[in-house]
């Protein structure tokens, strides 16, 4: 997982709209709608850790849980799309799967470097506010304890502005070692994991942007 190689860039596939996976209908989200309460039976530790404003049209932590609650690694993306407490997501349930089966975790946070609610990413322009500040509380509160970090959030991430920031974040509160990506992108953004393999090998993402030289390409 720690091993460092070159890795080919790659540019991100088009978004493609939610779709049924595995026998389920995944949730999407129009930008800034409200996600639905979650049902009564929710495993209240899933409810507890799962963070949302007060008109749930933000939310800042996703979590999951099948072993120790306190052992986790998270997920930095992009943007929440419709997952909730009781339901999931294509990108959300692909990290939940790489953490139960080969990442070696208990349970997993999915983040976010923006906290708006919305499944595609051409309608953020339509919203004014695109991030609450305590979503940079809970980034730097959660990716602190994590086991390690994962990031992924992808050329459009990088382009709202939000990214530098999130960074910082990450450089204060993490070992540069423990956050990792699934390579870079051309402007050396880092992949977003919804068109990875779920055993794709995941990489030093401070290392990569230093072996790549110039950074983040502005464009």
């Not at 339901?87 to 997993?108: E, L, Q």
């Not at 509380?137 to 990214?163: L, N, T, Y």
Request: charged fraction near 25%.
């Amino acid at each position: 997982m720690d091993s460092l190689k070159l890795f080919p860039e790659h540019e991100e596939p088009p978004a493609k709209p939610a779709r049924k996976g595995r026998g389920k209908a995944y949730a999407t989200a129009t930008i800034g709608s409200s996600a639905p309460l979650p049902a009564s039976e929710v495993d209240p530790i899933v409810v507890e850790r799962t963070v949302f404003n007060a008109d749930r049209t933000h939310r800042m932590t996703l979590f999951r849980h099948w072993g120790d609650v306190d052992d986790y690694a998270c997920g930095i993306c992009m943007n929440p799309s419709g997952a909730a407490e009781d339901v999931g997501d294509p990108t959300v349930d692909g990290m939940i799967r790489r953490a139960r089966t080969h990442w070696c975790v208990g349970s997993y946070y999915q983040l976010n470097v923006m906290s708006i609610r919305g499944t595609y990413s051409a309608d953020l322009a339509k919203t004014k506010v695109v991030n609450l500040p305590e979503n940079d509380e809970w980034i730097a509160r959660i990716a602190a304890k994590a086991r390690f970090v994962v990031v992924g959030w992808g050329v459009p991430g990088q382009k709202s502005g939000r990214a530098e920031a999130v960074e910082k974040i990450l450089r204060e509160v993490c070992e540069p070692s423990k956050v990792l990506c699934f390579g870079l992108n051309k402007d050396a953004s880092p992949i977003h994991p919804l068109y990875q393999r779920t055993d794709a090998q995941l990489l030093p993402f401070f290392a990569l942007r230093e072996a790549r030289g110039s950074g983040i390409a502005r464009s």
